[in-house]
């Protein structure tokens, strides 16, 4: 079980803001639909909610050992030419290359922020081809 819970959110971008004061609470089972134009903000608060942007206002607290996973709208286009076999491969070393930059190197924290125990980081790192190195 697990849950995302948002407290008077908000980002400014270029001293404007996109949205602000937004709180609410996914849980198990929720679906969530965002509707509004072009710049209003959807793909920032996404960004947000996968931990790959920070608020400018606010916080998000998400379940221990939640992970969240965001799909880019456009393909990296270092990935565009690959099979998808490859291309998610890729795409999953990235991510956690990701992980473990933003937790400056600490592979406990960053196998925490995956949902992951350490030994189980590790593995994966192994079986992606990515230095596993303890």
Do not use: W
């Not at 134009?37 to 379940?63: D, F, Q, V, W, Y």
Request: proline share 3%; hydrophobic share 40%.
């Amino acid at each position: 079980m697990g849950s995302i819970i948002l407290r008077d959110v908000g980002v400014a971008a270029a001293g404007k803001p996109l949205f602000q004061d937004l709180s609410f609470t996914l849980a198990d089972g929720d679906r969530l639909g965002l509707v509004a134009g072009n710049g209003a903000g959807k793909s920032t608060l996404l960004r947000c909610l996968a931990g790959l942007a920070e608020p400018s206002a606010g916080s998000i607290t998400t379940s221990r050992g939640l992970t969240v996973a965001l799909v880019a709208q456009d393909m990296p286009a270092t990935l565009l030419d690959l099979p998808l076999a490859d291309a998610t491969r890729e795409f999953q070393k990235q991510y956690i290359q990701r992980h473990i930059q933003r937790q400056r190197g600490n592979m406990t924290a960053a196998a925490e922020q995956l949902g992951l125990h350490r030994s189980n980081l590790y593995r994966k790192m192994g079986q992606l081809g990515m230095d596993a190195q303890e």
